[in-house]
């Protein structure tokens, strides 16, 4: 599972903290996860994109998750990534 998750801290936090309030275990999270890459592939292109297909697959895992108790929660964490990008974005300037 690390190798899937590219070793990323923040990936390997989630997954265990996804285990817990599931009360699942890793081999749950793991369909799960091979489930959402699929869906991740039908969107992401290595060549454009600024960040791993790891990374592309843990939002596409937390927006299905947040999506799952209704469109406020999910519409909360893209609304708050924008301002962080654009926060970001205005560093670099």
């Known amino acids: 599972m690390a190798a899937d ?13 996804f285990i817990v309030k599931h009360r699942g ?23 454009t994109m600024n960040y791993p ?4 697959t843990i939002w ?3 927006i299905e998750e ?6 406020l ?3 909360c964490l893209l609304e708050n990534a924008l301002v962080a990008f654009s926060n970001l974005a205005s560093l670099r300037a």
């Open 73 to 75: 929660l999910a519409n």
């Open 5 to 17: 998750l590219d070793g990323l801290a923040l990936a390997l936090g989630q997954a265990g903290a």
């Open 66 to 71: 947040l999506s799952e108790h209704g469109p």
């Open 60 to 62: 596409q895992t937390s």
């Open 53 to 56: 297909k790891s990374v592309a």
């Open 25 to 47: 275990t890793l081999a749950a999270y793991r369909t799960r996860w091979q489930e959402q890459e699929k869906k991740v592939l039908e969107w992401f292109h290595e060549p």
